[in-house]
């Protein structure tokens, strides 16, 4: 029975319905980084005729002081405002609204002296509702509220002189300063918004194997190498520089160059089999340098104003010292004998898996949170999580929970390659940036369906993509025919159409391209398994279509996401009808409008195509008119519009891809 | 922080989310009449490969023992299941859900056997399972299991047949008799389910004024008149006998005809201008008779298996008694008078409204519940509440559910002309019936529109629409043309369209049609501030066009829907491609399609119209394929239909309506 809880409303005679954003009713917070603001919408009711007041209230979850900011009406019974958060972490936000007696009656007075009907008796009335704000305010207004009391009821002057009075604008903006909010109703949950640090929403990944750094053949790469490479990363523009796991790499099971079941002896390991005698998840693969040199790679990376990401793999290699320390955290077959992996019939014996029903979970809880923690100490703040959806959900939410509460600058990207709502379930449980099917959505009109779904509606709000145009694990068919065009796209639509991206260097820019067997994703000679020999720091400022690497093409694309604001949020993305299926034409605006991209790509990566593409600047917000100028960033070159529907043309053997702004001056 | 909330969680390894039905987070009830099947879907997710089993858990609120049903995954992670409510009153749901170790096992056992990589260490780890049933289990299915899980590791039986014994289905069924749900996940919350009995969502109301119910002019009708006319009403077909309100009515600024400012003596006054020196809304208007009188209405009414709606009106003439006893009930101005009703710049003088932020609301409250209370003593178990929306929305959750507890069978007709929002937030606050829009979507293409709104999603858990063709306020330009089409169509849109409606009468049969004035839907003299004269008790079974009483087509229409369970819900309407828009074509059907209504009508009064609807049987669940015969039931004509899409054509000056059900047996 709710009749308690429905007598206390007694004289609140507001109900406030369907607040948004909310994410299942707030169980999740919604996701934000610094300085946005937070747009909030209500159903706002009473009864009768009365009119209503309403606020949105917000402020640090730490116990602070509520602020409030005015919602105003939008039709329909919506009403509308907008917050501002600032600081790193959670906020709370509710609304709470109020029947305004004295707007009503001010609203019914007008009427009724425009019908010249106006009454002393609504003088008196309204003088009441005036004393009633003269009572509860302070200082001066509370005096100059009580004098309009007084002098709107007084018999010496003129009733049309009084109603006039009564109806000014500051005596309204007095009133209101001072609201009789005795029966507001408030909203009956407080809701919640995460807010994060600029680069959870913005950022650019280079992954690389810093054993295949060293830059000379046959010599294992390490931490002073990745630190030599780090002005040609920065060169190319990326801001986040992210390591596989960098633990020592077990040796039972251990697979062999191609994914071969047997390794030689002189085969390196997969770096996501961790864990050996020479320790797990908290120490460093001897080959690779020393805690020490590790933190000098953090240092020096920042120092280019970029960051070092861990690969965190929650999985043991049979020699992690976890089996022999804490078997209880392992399934155990009946012979007590650990269980490895395996998806039947298929088995992954280097691999034993934890069991998240350990009866010692909180003990497990606490190691895994200990694994950041020891990370975080020597200076990591971004993780990328290996194949989150394969440990249990409410492990994640705490553990992100519990690492932000002292750390809310720490970013988590889950490699959540699941079905769609595992995905959307990790990032409402605090991952700040996911995987995505980016790499599987090929055509014009899926990018447009999937990109629509990204970011609108419910995902927008605790969902933040990250597109990656190839990863160890992935070198998509569309890759595998080694055009360039191809990888040009990809790169750049992952880079435009998301505001968070990822791409795996140097394989990437050298247009590796060469699948282990056809029909297959995995790469020929995958450095999962195997040191590679790359040929490192490329000239980013050579001709845009230097022969043998897109460094160029990728260093320019990444500086154009830099400097135009529109790029840094998916929020302002729009799609443009076209008349050619293989071109997807979208544009990107800052909230306010005052930065505007313009993308057409050719997603056929053989022919030349051509079409007319419709591009309004008034319908994205822009003042220009028709003839207006475009400019191509990429290559310099301006064109005049002289229609809203303007002819394109992009040869795959040129440059597959136009990123325009417009020009400010005038057209002659 | 919610850390401690997630710690708890533990090993619970899913995770339930977006729960089907529920409204606003369960704050309000869906709603189900007796007998119904509640369709329940989640989303249940997991880490890893490990299937899942779930249940959705269902229960009086009474603090009866939980049932459960089994969830079906129905694809993307969704699961399906229903249960049954058989008893008025509130009833709960929930679901749980966990991993299911044997399954997951079987399923990879399975898989391995077929790969001929089955192995004694599978069996071992099955036959702890099954040992671990055999632990849950009681009587003799704890040593059967314990015997499998012997048999099934026995190093005397060949490995195959171990398999299959494991893998056998009374295996399972056994195993799943006694599932592990030590880490089942709750769903955090208890929805609610409230059910009403089948008057609720399937009704057909007749409203009359008693004081014209004398067939007798000059003589003030009284309750004895109007058992009088109940067999008129039963025979029509309805089921609810709806009085405006029977309260004494006040003098004070009485309205005369016509609602004339200045009454004269003899005019009668409107009866929503309740209270006067007789009493007040537990009184009764002494032209019409005694309590006594009024308590052999209602019982003979109920004799004729229809039921009296009472009209609930909380508003007060200024010679109501509550004006003296609780002037605090009312609104006060300065010099202590009351305060009448006002639209400003209009005034409403002879009505006081009630005041829901009075300091005394608690008593009013109260003395608002007693007035349901008194009636309900009566024997009363219907109400039209007028105008609920100028009254305070908590109230009346309040007042619907206080009255619920002890008389869950009654049922809240809401006078909600206003705001969409406000029309649904009555609705989810437990008003069991709303009028609607219907009176002013007056196209095929409007009508379309709005009840696929309100027959989809969200609305249809808790509103149930009453469709009304006329009321005595409401005088729709298309009937004033006095077209009897217009009057079929809109009385037969109205009963067929929603499964419950009602009609004003003898207005509405005898095709009263004149309004107050043009662009007016006031009647002229209407009766809310008249006596009218009428003649009563037409012969329902007179040829259904009769020129002077449209009887014998409502008592079809009427009949019709009895018989046709289809018509007894709005669930399964669906509408039907047409070829011309002034043709609308919809079907009704009953979930398990036992029964199948398929209508067409004419909405052009004027004009013959004709065209090809489309109409397949397998569409909407039927079985027959044409060549099919469909027989119009309102005629008894048969067509013989040899495809799906078929002509028909309806003449207003005939009959507009096409109602027609499939016949079973074979056409050759």
């Given at each position: 029975m709710q009749s308690e809880r429905l007598r206390q409303a007694g004289r609140k005679r507001v109900v406030i319905d369907d607040v948004w954003p909310q994410i299942d009713a707030g169980r999740f917070p919604i996701k934000r980084i610094q300085g946005d603001k937070v747009d909030v919408f209500a159903d706002i009711l009473a009864d009768g005729h009365d009119l209503i007041r309403a606020v949105v209230r917000y402020r640090r979850q730490t116990g602070r002081a509520w602020k409030e900011a005015l919602l105003r009406p939008v039709g329909n019974d919506r009403y509308h405002g907008t917050f501002s958060v600032a600081d790193l972490g959670y906020h709370e936000y509710t609304v709470e609204a109020w029947i305004d007696h004295f707007e009503s009656w001010a609203t019914g007075l007008r009427k009724k002296h425009d019908a010249a009907v106006a009454s002393d008796m609504d003088l008196r009335i309204g003088a009441e509702l005036i004393a009633g704000a003269a009572a509860r305010a302070k200082g001066t207004d509370a005096a100059t509220l009580k004098q309009i009391a007084e002098e709107i009821v007084s018999p010496k002057v003129n009733l049309d002189l009084r109603v006039a009075q009564a109806l000014d604008e500051k005596t309204e903006a007095l009133v209101q300063k001072y609201p009789d909010r005795s029966h507001a109703t408030r909203y009956d949950r407080d809701l919640r918004v995460w807010v994060d640090r600029k680069r959870a929403e913005f950022s650019a990944w280079y992954e690389l194997f810093p054993r295949s750094a060293s830059g000379t053949s046959g010599r294992h790469g390490t931490f002073r190498d990745v630190i030599e490479r780090l002005p040609y990363v920065a060169r190319l523009g990326f801001d986040v520089l992210y390591l596989p796991p960098i633990h020592p790499i077990g040796h039972t099971k251990r697979k062999g160059a191609n994914n071969a079941l047997n390794a030689s002896p002189t085969d390196p390991g997969s770096p996501w089999a961790i864990g050996s005698e020479q320790g797990?998840?908290?120490?460093?693969?001897?080959e690779l340098g020393t805690l020490e040199e590790f933190r000098e790679l953090v240092e020096r990376t920042r120092s280019y104003q970029m960051e070092i990401a861990l690969d965190i793999a929650f999985q043991c290699s049979p020699d992690h010292p976890w089996v022999k320390e804490h078997p209880e955290w392992f399934v155990q077959r009946p012979d007590g004998s650990i269980q490895f992996a395996e998806n039947p019939p298929k088995k992954y014996e280097d691999i034993f898996p934890l069991n998240f029903e350990t009866p010692q979970w909180e003990a497990l809880w606490q190691a895994l949170k200990g694994v950041f923690d020891h990370w975080i100490a020597q200076g990591v703040r971004v993780f990328r999580v290996d194949?989150?959806?394969?440990?249990s959900f409410p492990f994640w939410e705490w553990l992100i929970e519990a690492i932000h509460q002292d750390h809310p600058e720490a970013l988590f990207l889950a490699e959540?390659?699941?079905?769609p709502k595992r995905m959307y379930r990790l990032a409402k449980g605090g991952f700040s940036q996911s995987y995505t099917y980016f790499t599987w959505r090929n055509s014009p009109a899926e990018l447009r369906d999937y990109l629509t779904e990204l970011t609108?509606?419910?995902?927008?709000?605790f969902f933040r993509p990250n597109f990656w145009p190839n990863t160890p694990d992935i070198l998509h068919e569309d890759l595998q025919t080694g055009r360039r065009a191809a990888f040009q796209v990809r790169l750049a639509l992952a880079a435009l159409l998301s505001s968070n991206y990822g791409m795996y260097g140097p394989a990437f820019e050298l247009m590796d391209h060469v699948p282990r067997e056809k029909k297959n994703e995995e790469y020929l000679n995958s450095e999962k398994y195997q040191i590679r020999d790359w040929t490192w720091d490329w000239d980013v400022d050579a001709k845009i279509n230097d022969a043998a690497s897109l460094a160029p093409f990728i260093s320019r694309i990444n500086a154009i996401r830099r400097s135009n604001p529109a790029l840094h949020k998916n929020s302002g993305l729009k799609f443009h009808n076209v008349d050619n299926r293989a071109l997807l034409c979208f544009s990107k605006a800052t909230p306010d409008r005052d930065n505007v991209v313009f993308v057409c790509v050719n997603m056929d990566y053989e022919h030349t195509q051509s079409g007319f593409v419709e591009f309004s600047p008034p319908a994205v917000g822009l003042p220009q008119q028709p003839p207006f100028v475009v400019r191509d960033v990429l290559t310099g070159v301006a064109y005049t519009w002289r229609e809203y529907w303007n002819f394109v043309e992009l040869d795959p053997k040129k440059l597959p891809v136009h990123i325009f702004t417009l020009e400010l001056h005038e057209v002659h």
């Open positions: 797990g998840h908290d120490s460093i693969h001897p194949n989150p959806h394969t440990k959540a390659f699941t079905r609108n509606g419910e995902p927008a709000e």
